[in-house]
């Protein structure tokens, strides 16, 4: 017994030890497997992360005015909005505007206050003008005498709501709302009331473009599913061949083959199907039959891969109970492939959700869809807050549609296997 006693500290100790030596390997493990990853991380924080959030941040941060025009931003901070605001305003408003003129500079205020009320970049830069070298008074009466906006309180309710540093402005726009002179949100007029639509627009045509895929994508991922293996391989590199051409050229093509006189209205018109040709470019199908072709792919893999691991055992035995064959795929091969229709209309969906090249050669003026807006705002205008806000829409709109579709199916089926 003296020595069992003797013996259980002993063991106690060097189970210690080891559990400590055990924890101490794991944690050199985890350390060692975080430098292998840090690199990507870097990589990814460098190259996606830190621009993509930098281009979003565009949306809130407005500081170009403030930095710009000074003395009457923190002035109009003290502003209560009801009436004209004080003399003081006045005159640092006039102030900043020799100051932003011989900087060079007043055109970029100017242009972030054109985009809250139209005119205004003309009122900013012809009031700098007037005033360079001249002697003023009185700042109310020079502005005013200048032009009678200066006397409105929506004018001087624009530079407070343009003070930043960050501002709301620029996501209510995104979603056809405004702040109206006493400060309180209104909806925008109905001739500038557009991103609703053009949101509306774009998940419709990014909808009835996943329904097509599914409903084409289908039965030839079924077809490509039932060959022996060689075939099989043969069909999937039919499938994969598109990949390999430019996705302008693939849009271009369709432009030829659906114009007045392309192909297809010819082949139509020699058949005696039509006695005239088809309107079938830039217009709604045009989108339709154009992204179909190209997003077909991305539905047809993930079923393709889902049905090929299902075992005909199965309907083999459906069949041999007495099932006839539309209730055995109804009751027995459809279910098994949601995996694979969940995984090809989330991947369809979400692609489509950010087109612009194909509607924007293909379709109309009411066919493009939000990333034509985008890419509008960014490159045409410069107006980069609006494009930044119109991609958190986008993003918030996606983001939304993934929770919905995890909180009713699950993300856990979408695991392919």
Same mark, same amino acid.
């Given at each position: 017994?003296?020595?069992?006693?003797?013996?259980?500290?002993?063991?106690?100790?060097?189970?210690?030890?080891?559990?400590?030596?055990?924890?101490?390997?794991?944690?050199?493990?985890?350390?060692?497997?975080?430098?292998?990853?840090?690199?990507?991380?870097?990589?990814?924080?460098?190259?996606?992360?830190?621009?993509?959030?930098?281009?979003?941040?565009?949306?809130?941060?407005?500081?170009?005015?403030?930095?710009?025009?000074?003395?009457?931003?923190?002035?109009?901070?003290?502003?209560?909005?009801?009436?004209?605001?004080?003399?003081?305003?006045?005159?640092?408003?006039?102030?900043?505007?020799?100051?932003?003129?011989?900087?060079?500079?007043?055109? +970029?205020?100017?242009?972030?206050?054109?985009?809250?009320?139209?005119?205004?970049?003309?009122?900013?830069?012809?009031?700098?003008?007037?005033?360079?070298?001249?002697?003023?008074?009185?700042?109310?009466?020079?502005?005013?005498?200048?032009? =009678?906006?200066?006397?409105?309180?929506?004018?001087?309710?624009?530079?407070?709501?343009?003070?930043?540093?960050?501002?709301?402005?620029?996501?209510?726009?995104?979603?056809?709302?405004?702040?109206?002179?006493?400060?309180?949100?209104?909806?925008?007029?109905?001739?500038?009331?557009?991103?609703?639509?053009?949101?509306?627009?774009?998940?419709?045509?990014?909808?009835?473009?996943? /329904?097509?895929?599914?409903?084409?994508?289908?039965?030839?991922?079924?077809?490509?599913?039932?060959?022996? =293996?060689?075939?099989?391989?043969?069909?999937?590199?039919?499938?994969?061949?598109?990949?390999?051409?430019?996705?302008?050229?693939?849009?271009?093509?369709?432009?030829?083959?659906?114009?007045?006189?392309?192909?297809?209205?010819?082949?139509?018109?020699?058949?005696?199907?039509?006695?005239?040709?088809?309107?079938?470019?830039?217009?709604?199908?045009?989108?339709?039959?154009?992204?179909?072709?190209?997003?077909?792919?991305?539905?047809?893999?993930?079923?393709?891969?889902?049905?090929?691991?299902?075992?005909?055992?199965?309907?083999?035995?459906?069949?041999? /109970?007495?099932?006839?064959?539309?209730?055995?795929?109804?009751?027995?091969?459809?279910?098994?492939?949601?995996?694979?229709?969940?995984?090809?209309?989330?991947?369809?969906?979400?692609?489509?959700?950010?087109?612009?090249?194909?509607?924007?050669?293909?379709?109309?003026?009411?066919?493009?869809?939000? +990333?034509?807006?985008?890419?509008?705002?960014?490159?045409?205008?410069?107006?980069?807050?609006?494009?930044?806000?119109?991609?958190?829409?986008?993003?918030?709109?996606?983001?939304?549609?993934?929770?919905?579709?995890?909180?009713?199916?699950?993300?856990?089926?979408?695991?392919?296997?």
């Amino acid at each position: 017994m003296a020595t069992v006693a003797a013996t259980l500290p002993r063991e106690r100790h060097a189970g210690a030890g080891l559990r400590r030596a055990l924890r101490r390997s794991r944690r050199h493990e985890q350390w060692r497997a975080a430098l292998l990853v840090l690199p990507l991380l870097l990589f990814l924080l460098a190259t996606f992360i830190v621009p993509i959030g930098s281009m979003l941040g565009r949306a809130v941060f407005d500081s170009d005015v403030a930095h710009i025009l000074p003395r009457v931003s923190a002035e109009l901070r003290r502003w209560d909005g009801r009436d004209l605001p004080a003399d003081t305003a006045y005159a640092a408003m006039v102030a900043d505007l020799r100051a932003a003129r011989e900087a060079g500079t007043l055109a +970029s205020a100017a242009t972030r206050l054109n985009y809250d009320i139209a005119g205004f970049r003309t009122l900013l830069i012809t009031s700098g003008r007037r005033l360079a070298g001249e002697t003023v008074d009185s700042p109310r009466r020079a502005l005013l005498d200048i032009d =009678p906006k200066w006397g409105e309180r929506a004018t001087w309710a624009a530079i407070r709501r343009a003070g930043g540093p960050v501002t709301d402005f620029y996501l209510l726009a995104a979603v056809d709302l405004r702040r109206d002179g006493a400060n309180a949100i209104a909806p925008a007029p109905a001739n500038e009331s557009v991103f609703r639509n053009v949101l509306g627009r774009t998940l419709w045509i990014s909808g009835v473009v996943t /329904l097509a895929c599914l409903l084409l994508g289908y039965p030839v991922a079924l077809f490509i599913a039932r060959q022996p =293996p060689q075939r099989a391989a043969l069909f999937l590199f039919l499938v994969l061949l598109p990949f390999w051409t430019s996705l302008l050229v693939r849009t271009v093509a369709w432009v030829v083959l659906l114009q007045r006189e392309g192909i297809l209205n010819n082949l139509l018109l020699s058949l005696g199907v039509v006695h005239e040709p088809l309107r079938m470019i830039f217009n709604r199908f045009a989108v339709y039959v154009a992204m179909v072709h190209v997003l077909l792919p991305f539905m047809v893999l993930p079923l393709f891969a889902v049905m090929k691991g299902i075992s005909p055992t199965y309907e083999r035995a459906a069949a041999s /109970l007495g099932a006839p064959p539309f209730t055995t795929f109804r009751r027995v091969f459809l279910p098994q492939t949601l995996p694979g229709i969940g995984a090809g209309c989330l991947m369809v969906f979400i692609q489509a959700l950010g087109y612009y090249i194909t509607p924007a050669l293909v379709g109309g003026a009411d066919d493009q869809m939000i +990333s034509y807006f985008i890419a509008f705002y960014a490159s045409r205008t410069v107006n980069w807050g609006m494009a930044a806000a119109l991609s958190i829409m986008l993003l918030a709109a996606t983001l939304a549609l993934y929770t919905v579709y995890n909180r009713m199916v699950g993300l856990d089926k979408l695991r392919v296997t």
